[in-house]
Protein backbone atom coordinates (compact mmCIF):
# COMPACT_ATOMS: atom_id res chain seq x y z
CA UNK A 1 0.00 0.00 0.00
CA UNK A 2 1.23 3.62 -1.01
CA UNK A 3 -1.30 5.88 -0.41
CA UNK A 4 -0.39 9.70 -0.45
CA UNK A 5 -1.45 10.29 2.75
CA UNK A 6 0.12 9.07 6.06
CA UNK A 7 -1.95 6.40 7.57
CA UNK A 8 -2.94 6.51 11.22
CA UNK A 9 -2.19 2.96 12.65
CA UNK A 10 -3.81 2.28 15.77
CA UNK A 11 -1.07 1.26 18.68
CA UNK A 12 -2.94 -1.50 20.85
CA UNK A 13 -0.81 -2.35 23.51
CA UNK A 14 -1.55 -6.02 25.00
CA UNK A 15 1.19 -5.93 28.13
CA UNK A 16 -1.14 -6.39 30.56
CA UNK A 17 -2.40 -9.59 28.98
CA UNK A 18 -0.34 -11.32 26.18
CA UNK A 19 2.43 -9.88 28.01
CA UNK A 20 1.69 -11.04 31.32
CA UNK A 21 1.57 -14.94 30.42
CA UNK A 22 5.10 -14.44 29.61
CA UNK A 23 6.60 -17.29 32.21
CA UNK A 24 7.49 -15.37 35.18
CA UNK A 25 6.04 -11.77 34.29
CA UNK A 26 2.91 -11.85 36.31
CA UNK A 27 2.15 -8.59 38.31
CA UNK A 28 0.27 -7.08 40.99
CA UNK A 29 -2.58 -4.91 40.96
CA UNK A 30 -0.66 -1.88 41.68
CA UNK A 31 2.06 -3.14 39.39
CA UNK A 32 -0.51 -2.94 36.35
CA UNK A 33 -1.97 0.15 37.30
CA UNK A 34 1.80 1.80 37.43
CA UNK A 35 2.37 -0.08 33.65
CA UNK A 36 -0.93 1.39 32.33
CA UNK A 37 0.03 4.91 33.09
CA UNK A 38 3.36 4.63 31.53
CA UNK A 39 1.49 3.35 28.60
CA UNK A 40 -1.78 5.85 28.44
CA UNK A 41 1.48 8.56 28.90
CA UNK A 42 3.08 6.84 26.13
CA UNK A 43 0.06 7.46 24.34
CA UNK A 44 -0.57 4.41 23.12
CA UNK A 45 -4.15 3.96 21.66
CA UNK A 46 -5.80 1.06 23.53
CA UNK A 47 -4.41 -0.76 26.71
CA UNK A 48 -5.77 -4.36 27.04
CA UNK A 49 -5.42 -4.60 30.46
CA UNK A 50 -6.12 -8.08 31.09
CA UNK A 51 -8.68 -11.08 31.06
CA UNK A 52 -11.10 -10.62 33.30
CA UNK A 53 -12.83 -13.99 33.25
CA UNK A 54 -9.47 -15.56 34.23
CA UNK A 55 -9.36 -15.01 37.69
CA UNK A 56 -10.55 -12.45 40.72
CA UNK A 57 -7.60 -10.93 40.49
CA UNK A 58 -7.44 -10.12 36.79
CA UNK A 59 -11.02 -8.95 36.94
CA UNK A 60 -10.11 -6.01 39.93
CA UNK A 61 -6.95 -5.34 37.88
CA UNK A 62 -9.02 -4.42 34.45
CA UNK A 63 -11.44 -2.38 36.35
CA UNK A 64 -9.15 -0.72 38.58
CA UNK A 65 -7.37 0.25 35.03
CA UNK A 66 -11.09 1.14 33.51
CA UNK A 67 -11.33 3.14 37.06
CA UNK A 68 -8.16 5.07 36.71
CA UNK A 69 -6.17 5.51 33.27
CA UNK A 70 -7.24 8.22 31.48
CA UNK A 71 -6.80 8.54 27.29
CA UNK A 72 -6.44 5.13 26.00
CA UNK A 73 -9.73 2.73 24.93
CA UNK A 74 -9.50 0.02 28.13
CA UNK A 75 -10.07 -3.29 26.97
CA UNK A 76 -10.70 -6.78 28.19
CA UNK A 77 -10.42 -10.04 26.48
CA UNK A 78 -13.41 -12.30 26.82
CA UNK A 79 -14.11 -16.18 25.06
CA UNK A 80 -17.00 -15.88 22.98
CA UNK A 81 -19.43 -16.92 25.62
CA UNK A 82 -21.49 -15.38 27.54
CA UNK A 83 -20.23 -15.26 30.76
CA UNK A 84 -16.67 -14.11 29.72
CA UNK A 85 -18.43 -11.32 27.43
CA UNK A 86 -20.23 -10.34 31.06
CA UNK A 87 -17.51 -10.51 32.89
CA UNK A 88 -15.43 -8.26 30.55
CA UNK A 89 -17.98 -6.01 30.14
CA UNK A 90 -18.41 -5.06 34.05
CA UNK A 91 -14.45 -4.74 34.16
CA UNK A 92 -14.12 -2.09 31.51
CA UNK A 93 -17.73 -0.33 31.53
CA UNK A 94 -16.48 2.54 33.93
CA UNK A 95 -13.51 3.24 31.48
CA UNK A 96 -13.96 6.71 28.89
CA UNK A 97 -13.72 4.51 26.07
CA UNK A 98 -14.15 0.76 26.73
CA UNK A 99 -13.45 -1.97 24.33
CA UNK A 100 -14.82 -5.68 24.34
CA UNK A 101 -12.55 -8.28 22.40
CA UNK A 102 -13.78 -11.48 21.80
CA UNK A 103 -11.86 -14.41 20.29
CA UNK A 104 -13.06 -17.52 19.02
CA UNK A 105 -10.15 -20.30 17.27
CA UNK A 106 -10.85 -20.74 13.41
CA UNK A 107 -8.22 -23.12 12.43
CA UNK A 108 -9.00 -26.87 11.70
CA UNK A 109 -6.68 -27.82 14.31
CA UNK A 110 -8.39 -25.73 17.10
CA UNK A 111 -11.63 -26.48 15.86
CA UNK A 112 -10.84 -30.38 15.43
CA UNK A 113 -9.00 -31.14 18.37
CA UNK A 114 -9.41 -28.39 20.74
CA UNK A 115 -13.07 -27.17 20.23
CA UNK A 116 -14.87 -30.29 18.40
CA UNK A 117 -17.09 -28.07 16.26
CA UNK A 118 -17.68 -27.41 13.12
CA UNK A 119 -17.19 -24.51 10.69
CA UNK A 120 -20.96 -23.67 10.81
CA UNK A 121 -21.25 -23.83 14.77
CA UNK A 122 -17.70 -21.67 14.48
CA UNK A 123 -19.58 -18.96 12.87
CA UNK A 124 -22.83 -19.23 14.88
CA UNK A 125 -21.06 -18.83 18.03
CA UNK A 126 -18.87 -16.17 16.54
CA UNK A 127 -21.77 -13.77 15.36
CA UNK A 128 -23.83 -14.70 19.15
CA UNK A 129 -20.67 -12.90 21.12
CA UNK A 130 -19.26 -10.16 18.80
CA UNK A 131 -23.38 -9.58 18.96
CA UNK A 132 -23.36 -9.67 22.55
CA UNK A 133 -20.38 -7.40 23.26
CA UNK A 134 -22.15 -4.78 20.92
CA UNK A 135 -24.66 -4.81 23.05
CA UNK A 136 -22.82 -3.42 25.39
CA UNK A 137 -20.41 -1.08 24.23
CA UNK A 138 -20.12 0.22 20.33
CA UNK A 139 -16.10 -0.56 20.43
CA UNK A 140 -15.97 -4.40 19.71
CA UNK A 141 -13.14 -6.52 18.28
CA UNK A 142 -12.88 -9.82 17.18
CA UNK A 143 -10.25 -11.88 16.80
CA UNK A 144 -10.32 -15.70 15.23
CA UNK A 145 -7.81 -17.05 16.86
CA UNK A 146 -5.25 -19.09 15.06
CA UNK A 147 -6.19 -16.65 11.66
CA UNK A 148 -2.90 -17.39 9.86
CA UNK A 149 -3.42 -21.20 10.10
CA UNK A 150 -7.00 -21.10 9.12
CA UNK A 151 -8.40 -22.05 5.61
CA UNK A 152 -8.72 -18.30 3.76
CA UNK A 153 -12.32 -18.85 1.93
CA UNK A 154 -13.45 -19.86 5.81
CA UNK A 155 -11.95 -16.99 7.62
CA UNK A 156 -13.24 -14.46 5.02
CA UNK A 157 -16.45 -15.88 5.82
CA UNK A 158 -16.10 -15.52 9.71
CA UNK A 159 -14.57 -12.42 9.14
CA UNK A 160 -17.69 -10.96 7.08
CA UNK A 161 -20.06 -12.46 9.79
CA UNK A 162 -18.43 -11.04 12.75
CA UNK A 163 -18.53 -7.50 10.99
CA UNK A 164 -21.87 -7.55 10.22
CA UNK A 165 -23.23 -8.84 13.66
CA UNK A 166 -20.77 -5.84 15.02
CA UNK A 167 -17.07 -6.09 15.14
CA UNK A 168 -15.80 -2.60 14.89
CA UNK A 169 -11.83 -4.35 15.05
CA UNK A 170 -11.09 -7.44 13.21
CA UNK A 171 -7.78 -9.04 14.52
CA UNK A 172 -6.00 -11.62 12.71
CA UNK A 173 -3.85 -13.49 15.14
CA UNK A 174 -0.70 -15.19 13.68
CA UNK A 175 -1.12 -16.87 17.23
CA UNK A 176 1.75 -19.41 16.72
CA UNK A 177 3.71 -17.34 14.91
CA UNK A 178 4.02 -19.33 12.38
CA UNK A 179 3.26 -17.46 9.77
CA UNK A 180 5.63 -15.67 7.30
CA UNK A 181 5.54 -11.67 6.26
CA UNK A 182 4.44 -12.60 2.54
CA UNK A 183 1.56 -14.84 4.02
CA UNK A 184 0.24 -11.94 6.44
CA UNK A 185 0.73 -9.56 3.79
CA UNK A 186 -1.06 -11.82 1.33
CA UNK A 187 -3.85 -12.62 4.20
CA UNK A 188 -4.80 -9.18 4.94
CA UNK A 189 -4.98 -7.76 1.31
CA UNK A 190 -7.42 -10.91 0.44
CA UNK A 191 -9.38 -10.15 3.34
CA UNK A 192 -9.63 -6.54 1.77
CA UNK A 193 -9.94 -7.88 -1.65
CA UNK A 194 -13.14 -10.85 -0.89
CA UNK A 195 -14.49 -9.20 2.43
CA UNK A 196 -17.42 -7.55 1.60
CA UNK A 197 -17.67 -4.95 4.28
CA UNK A 198 -14.35 -4.92 5.19
CA UNK A 199 -14.53 -1.04 5.29
CA UNK A 200 -17.01 -1.02 8.20
CA UNK A 201 -13.95 -2.64 10.75
CA UNK A 202 -10.16 -1.37 11.44
CA UNK A 203 -8.16 -4.51 10.21
CA UNK A 204 -5.28 -5.75 12.79
CA UNK A 205 -2.76 -7.88 13.66
CA UNK A 206 -1.48 -9.65 16.09
CA UNK A 207 1.88 -11.62 16.06
CA UNK A 208 3.72 -13.79 17.84
CA UNK A 209 7.58 -14.55 17.55
CA UNK A 210 8.09 -17.77 17.84
CA UNK A 211 10.21 -17.99 14.36
CA UNK A 212 11.69 -14.08 15.30
CA UNK A 213 9.11 -12.73 12.80
CA UNK A 214 6.54 -11.08 14.83
CA UNK A 215 8.26 -7.44 14.20
CA UNK A 216 8.26 -8.18 10.45
CA UNK A 217 4.85 -10.42 9.73
CA UNK A 218 3.29 -6.44 11.77
CA UNK A 219 4.86 -4.49 9.68
CA UNK A 220 4.01 -6.79 6.34
CA UNK A 221 0.16 -6.38 7.66
CA UNK A 222 0.62 -2.93 7.67
CA UNK A 223 1.88 -2.41 4.37
CA UNK A 224 -0.36 -5.09 2.98
CA UNK A 225 -3.50 -1.92 4.50
CA UNK A 226 -3.85 -3.56 8.20
CA UNK A 227 -4.59 -0.63 11.02
CA UNK A 228 -3.71 -1.71 14.45
CA UNK A 229 -1.02 -3.46 15.45
CA UNK A 230 -1.09 -5.36 18.65
CA UNK A 231 2.43 -5.77 20.21
CA UNK A 232 3.83 -5.63 24.27
CA UNK A 233 6.62 -3.55 25.68
CA UNK A 234 9.79 -5.30 24.94
CA UNK A 235 7.97 -8.21 23.03
CA UNK A 236 6.61 -9.76 25.91
CA UNK A 237 4.31 -12.53 25.69
CA UNK A 238 3.67 -16.09 25.45
CA UNK A 239 6.18 -18.52 24.71
CA UNK A 240 8.74 -16.63 22.07
CA UNK A 241 6.57 -13.54 23.04
CA UNK A 242 4.34 -10.35 20.65
CA UNK A 243 5.71 -8.06 18.39
CA UNK A 244 7.56 -5.75 20.44
CA UNK A 245 6.37 -2.39 20.03
CA UNK A 246 9.13 0.00 20.73
CA UNK A 247 10.26 -1.90 17.52
CA UNK A 248 6.90 -1.83 15.14
CA UNK A 249 6.13 1.74 16.17
CA UNK A 250 10.41 3.27 15.75
CA UNK A 251 9.95 0.99 12.34
CA UNK A 252 7.04 3.23 11.46
CA UNK A 253 8.67 6.47 12.48
CA UNK A 254 12.46 5.93 10.65
CA UNK A 255 10.77 4.44 7.54
CA UNK A 256 7.60 6.50 7.40
CA UNK A 257 9.08 7.30 3.54
CA UNK A 258 8.56 3.46 3.11
CA UNK A 259 5.27 2.49 5.16
CA UNK A 260 3.37 5.83 4.55
CA UNK A 261 1.85 5.45 8.44
CA UNK A 262 2.43 6.68 11.54
CA UNK A 263 1.43 6.23 15.25
CA UNK A 264 0.40 8.68 18.33
CA UNK A 265 3.37 6.96 20.71
CA UNK A 266 5.62 9.82 22.46
CA UNK A 267 8.55 7.80 21.12
CA UNK A 268 11.00 9.37 24.01
CA UNK A 269 8.65 7.64 26.86
CA UNK A 270 9.67 4.42 25.04
CA UNK A 271 13.04 3.72 26.86
CA UNK A 272 11.67 4.99 30.62
CA UNK A 273 8.56 2.24 30.10
CA UNK A 274 10.83 -0.64 28.85
CA UNK A 275 12.48 -0.65 31.61
CA UNK A 276 9.61 0.18 34.23
CA UNK A 277 8.00 -2.89 32.75
CA UNK A 278 11.78 -5.11 32.58
CA UNK A 279 11.89 -3.86 36.66
CA UNK A 280 8.75 -5.09 37.62
CA UNK A 281 8.85 -8.16 35.90
CA UNK A 282 12.01 -9.26 36.51
CA UNK A 283 12.45 -9.92 32.69
CA UNK A 284 15.52 -8.00 31.48
CA UNK A 285 15.88 -7.24 27.45
CA UNK A 286 19.24 -8.40 26.50
CA UNK A 287 21.92 -5.21 26.05
CA UNK A 288 21.52 -5.56 21.93
CA UNK A 289 18.06 -5.42 21.30
CA UNK A 290 16.45 -2.96 19.03
CA UNK A 291 15.68 0.30 19.99
CA UNK A 292 15.62 0.16 24.18
CA UNK A 293 18.69 -2.04 24.79
CA UNK A 294 22.11 -0.66 26.33
CA UNK A 295 23.77 -0.94 23.51
CA UNK A 296 21.45 0.14 20.40
CA UNK A 297 23.20 3.49 20.02
CA UNK A 298 26.62 2.58 21.24
CA UNK A 299 29.35 2.44 19.21
CA UNK A 300 32.42 0.76 19.59
CA UNK A 301 34.61 0.46 15.81
CA UNK A 302 36.64 3.43 15.56
CA UNK A 303 35.84 3.16 12.13
CA UNK A 304 32.31 4.36 12.92
CA UNK A 305 33.17 6.50 16.10
CA UNK A 306 35.01 8.37 13.63
CA UNK A 307 31.90 8.52 11.00
CA UNK A 308 29.43 9.57 14.05
CA UNK A 309 32.07 12.17 14.88
CA UNK A 310 31.82 13.72 11.35
CA UNK A 311 28.26 13.61 10.34
CA UNK A 312 25.80 11.17 13.29
CA UNK A 313 23.92 9.91 9.95
CA UNK A 314 26.89 7.74 8.99
CA UNK A 315 26.26 5.39 11.19
CA UNK A 316 23.09 6.24 13.06
CA UNK A 317 19.53 5.86 11.87
CA UNK A 318 17.40 7.28 14.94
CA UNK A 319 18.83 9.96 17.57
CA UNK A 320 18.69 8.10 20.94
CA UNK A 321 17.03 11.10 22.41
CA UNK A 322 13.99 10.54 20.17
CA UNK A 323 13.99 6.66 22.13
CA UNK A 324 13.98 8.19 25.12
CA UNK A 325 18.03 8.28 25.88
CA UNK A 326 19.80 10.64 27.44
CA UNK A 327 22.75 12.07 26.05
CA UNK A 328 25.81 11.43 28.54
CA UNK A 329 26.14 7.94 30.36
CA UNK A 330 29.13 8.95 33.03
CA UNK A 331 27.14 10.26 36.12
CA UNK A 332 27.80 10.86 39.66
CA UNK A 333 30.81 9.55 41.99
CA UNK A 334 31.65 9.79 45.33
CA UNK A 335 31.79 13.67 45.45
CA UNK A 336 28.11 14.20 43.72
CA UNK A 337 25.65 15.72 45.99
CA UNK A 338 21.71 14.95 46.45
CA UNK A 339 20.98 17.79 43.92
CA UNK A 340 23.22 16.26 40.94
CA UNK A 341 21.56 13.17 41.55
CA UNK A 342 18.39 14.60 42.07
CA UNK A 343 18.59 16.16 38.56
CA UNK A 344 19.98 12.73 36.90
CA UNK A 345 17.14 11.04 38.15
CA UNK A 346 15.13 14.14 36.71
CA UNK A 347 16.04 13.81 32.96
CA UNK A 348 15.73 9.91 33.48
CA UNK A 349 12.18 10.56 33.59
CA UNK A 350 11.33 9.67 37.47
CA UNK A 351 9.85 12.37 39.52
CA UNK A 352 11.09 11.07 42.95
CA UNK A 353 9.14 12.18 46.51
CA UNK A 354 11.81 14.08 48.62
CA UNK A 355 11.48 10.96 50.84
CA UNK A 356 12.49 8.47 47.60
CA UNK A 357 15.36 11.15 47.15
CA UNK A 358 16.96 10.52 50.88
CA UNK A 359 16.34 7.16 50.15
CA UNK A 360 17.84 6.61 46.95
CA UNK A 361 20.86 8.81 47.93
CA UNK A 362 21.85 6.64 50.64
CA UNK A 363 22.26 3.78 48.77
CA UNK A 364 23.88 5.67 45.77
CA UNK A 365 26.45 6.88 48.86
CA UNK A 366 26.75 3.24 50.01
CA UNK A 367 27.27 1.95 46.36
CA UNK A 368 29.79 5.03 45.85
CA UNK A 369 31.97 3.81 48.35
CA UNK A 370 32.62 0.26 46.68
CA UNK A 371 32.26 1.46 42.66
CA UNK A 372 34.58 4.38 41.64
CA UNK A 373 31.83 4.96 39.01
CA UNK A 374 28.10 5.36 38.55
CA UNK A 375 26.57 5.36 35.43
CA UNK A 376 22.86 5.81 34.51
CA UNK A 377 21.94 1.76 34.06
CA UNK A 378 23.41 1.86 38.04
CA UNK A 379 20.93 4.61 39.17
CA UNK A 380 18.54 3.23 37.43
CA UNK A 381 18.46 -0.28 39.55
CA UNK A 382 18.83 2.08 42.87
CA UNK A 383 15.78 4.14 42.10
CA UNK A 384 13.84 1.08 40.41
CA UNK A 385 14.71 -0.49 43.65
CA UNK A 386 13.38 1.95 46.51
CA UNK A 387 10.42 2.60 43.90
CA UNK A 388 8.93 -1.20 44.10
CA UNK A 389 10.33 -1.47 47.81
CA UNK A 390 8.22 -3.77 49.83
CA UNK A 391 7.62 -3.82 53.29
CA UNK A 392 10.87 -5.75 54.67
CA UNK A 393 9.44 -8.13 57.57
CA UNK A 394 13.46 -8.89 57.36
CA UNK A 395 16.56 -6.80 56.31
CA UNK A 396 19.91 -8.41 55.09
CA UNK A 397 22.63 -7.58 57.99
CA UNK A 398 26.04 -9.46 56.67
CA UNK A 399 27.03 -13.24 55.53
CA UNK A 400 30.31 -14.94 55.74
CA UNK A 401 30.59 -17.83 54.22
CA UNK A 402 33.62 -20.63 53.45
CA UNK A 403 33.61 -23.06 50.64
CA UNK A 404 35.79 -24.27 47.84
CA UNK A 405 36.16 -27.56 45.30
CA UNK A 406 34.41 -30.45 47.05
CA UNK A 407 34.47 -28.60 50.62
CA UNK A 408 30.95 -28.55 51.67
CA UNK A 409 30.20 -24.31 52.17
CA UNK A 410 29.62 -23.20 55.61
CA UNK A 411 27.82 -19.79 56.18
CA UNK A 412 27.00 -17.87 58.89
CA UNK A 413 24.40 -15.23 58.12
CA UNK A 414 23.02 -12.58 59.95
CA UNK A 415 19.00 -10.85 59.23
CA UNK A 416 17.54 -7.88 61.60
CA UNK A 417 14.00 -8.16 62.29
CA UNK A 418 13.03 -4.86 63.37
CA UNK A 419 16.22 -4.34 66.06
CA UNK A 420 16.45 -7.78 66.74
CA UNK A 421 19.36 -9.56 65.12
CA UNK A 422 18.46 -13.20 63.99
CA UNK A 423 21.68 -15.70 63.23
CA UNK A 424 22.13 -19.22 61.46
CA UNK A 425 25.40 -20.85 60.55
CA UNK A 426 24.33 -23.90 58.29
CA UNK A 427 26.53 -26.10 55.98
CA UNK A 428 25.36 -27.67 53.72
CA UNK A 429 23.87 -26.76 49.77
CA UNK A 430 25.38 -26.93 46.37
CA UNK A 431 27.56 -24.30 46.90
CA UNK A 432 28.02 -20.23 49.03
CA UNK A 433 24.82 -19.30 47.40
CA UNK A 434 22.67 -22.38 47.80
CA UNK A 435 23.97 -22.14 51.65
CA UNK A 436 23.27 -18.45 51.96
CA UNK A 437 19.58 -19.42 51.01
CA UNK A 438 19.37 -22.65 53.23
CA UNK A 439 20.20 -20.06 56.54
CA UNK A 440 17.83 -17.55 55.29
CA UNK A 441 15.06 -20.29 55.31
CA UNK A 442 16.48 -21.21 58.29
CA UNK A 443 15.96 -18.31 60.56
CA UNK A 444 12.48 -16.88 58.82
CA UNK A 445 11.07 -20.31 59.21
CA UNK A 446 9.51 -20.09 55.38
CA UNK A 447 10.52 -23.17 53.23
CA UNK A 448 10.29 -21.78 49.31
CA UNK A 449 10.97 -23.72 46.11
CA UNK A 450 13.63 -21.86 44.18
CA UNK A 451 11.79 -21.62 40.57
CA UNK A 452 14.13 -19.37 38.90
CA UNK A 453 17.76 -17.63 39.55
CA UNK A 454 19.72 -15.05 37.40
CA UNK A 455 22.13 -13.11 37.26
CA UNK A 456 22.76 -10.39 35.34
CA UNK A 457 25.66 -7.23 35.42
CA UNK A 458 24.02 -3.82 35.65
CA UNK A 459 27.22 -2.25 33.65
CA UNK A 460 30.53 -3.38 32.46
CA UNK A 461 33.85 -3.42 34.41
CA UNK A 462 34.94 -6.12 37.52
CA UNK A 463 33.05 -3.49 39.86
CA UNK A 464 29.80 -3.81 37.93
CA UNK A 465 27.10 -4.34 40.41
CA UNK A 466 25.31 -7.93 40.08
CA UNK A 467 21.13 -8.34 40.06
CA UNK A 468 19.84 -11.60 40.48
CA UNK A 469 16.36 -12.20 39.80
CA UNK A 470 14.77 -15.34 41.87
CA UNK A 471 11.40 -16.83 41.55
CA UNK A 472 10.46 -18.67 44.34
CA UNK A 473 7.04 -21.20 44.91
CA UNK A 474 5.16 -20.77 47.78
CA UNK A 475 1.88 -22.62 48.36
CA UNK A 476 0.99 -22.86 45.03
CA UNK A 477 2.42 -19.06 44.08
CA UNK A 478 5.19 -17.72 42.94
CA UNK A 479 7.23 -14.83 44.68
CA UNK A 480 10.09 -12.52 42.33
CA UNK A 481 12.46 -11.11 44.51
CA UNK A 482 15.31 -9.01 43.38
CA UNK A 483 19.22 -7.80 44.59
CA UNK A 484 21.72 -6.03 43.74
CA UNK A 485 25.20 -5.70 45.12
CA UNK A 486 28.46 -5.68 43.57
CA UNK A 487 29.45 -8.67 45.43
CA UNK A 488 26.91 -11.59 43.60
CA UNK A 489 26.53 -13.91 46.75
CA UNK A 490 25.10 -10.98 48.34
CA UNK A 491 23.03 -9.62 46.02
CA UNK A 492 21.53 -13.81 45.44
CA UNK A 493 20.70 -13.27 49.70
CA UNK A 494 19.16 -10.05 49.05
CA UNK A 495 17.05 -11.23 46.08
CA UNK A 496 15.91 -14.37 47.77
CA UNK A 497 15.12 -12.36 51.04
CA UNK A 498 13.36 -10.11 49.04
CA UNK A 499 10.73 -12.80 47.52
CA UNK A 500 10.63 -14.17 51.04
CA UNK A 501 9.47 -10.37 52.39
CA UNK A 502 7.03 -10.15 49.21
CA UNK A 503 5.49 -14.00 51.02
CA UNK A 504 5.82 -13.00 54.75
CA UNK A 505 3.91 -9.71 53.85
CA UNK A 506 1.13 -12.14 52.25
CA UNK A 507 1.27 -15.27 55.13
CA UNK A 508 1.84 -13.50 58.50
CA UNK A 509 1.25 -17.01 60.03
CA UNK A 510 4.41 -18.01 58.63
CA UNK A 511 6.51 -15.32 60.46
CA UNK A 512 4.74 -16.16 63.82
CA UNK A 513 6.58 -19.68 63.39
CA UNK A 514 10.01 -18.43 62.79
CA UNK A 515 12.49 -20.21 64.43
CA UNK A 516 15.14 -18.04 66.46
CA UNK A 517 19.20 -19.55 66.27
O1 LIG B 1 -2.37 -15.12 20.15
C1 LIG B 1 -3.61 -15.04 20.08
O2 LIG B 1 -4.27 -15.62 19.23
C2 LIG B 1 -4.26 -14.23 21.09
C3 LIG B 1 -5.71 -13.93 20.88
C4 LIG B 1 -6.49 -13.98 22.13
C5 LIG B 1 -5.84 -12.62 20.17
O3 LIG B 1 -3.63 -13.76 22.02
ZN1 LIG C 1 -1.45 -13.74 21.58
Not at 337 to 345: D, I, P, S, T, V
Not at 471 to 488: C, N, V
Request: net charge negative.
Amino acid sequence: MNDKHPRRIVIFDTTLRDGEQSPGASMNLNEKLEVAQALAELNVDVIEAGFPIASPGDFEAVRAVAQTVRGPAICGLARCCEEDIDRAWEAVRHSERPRIHVFLATSAIHREHKLKMDKQTIIQRAVEGVRRAAGYCPDVEFSPEDASRTEMDFLCQVVEQAIAAGATTVNIPDTVGYATPAQMATIISTLRNRVPNIDKAVISVHCHNDLGLAVANSLAAVEAGAGQVECTINGLGERAGNCSLEEVVMALRTRADYYHAFTAVNTKRLVPTSRLVAGITGIHVQRNKAIVGQNAFAHEAGIHQDGILKERTTYEIMRPEDVGFTHSDLVLGKHSGRAALANRAKQLGYELTGEQLDAVFRDFKALADKKKEIYDADLIVLIEQQLRAIPETWTFDSYQVSCGTGRIPEVTLKLLRGRQERCAVVAGGDGPIDAVFLAIEQITGIDAICKDFSVHSVTVGKDAQAEVNVQLEYQDRLYRGRGLSTDSVEASAKAFLNAINRIAALHSEAIAQTKTI
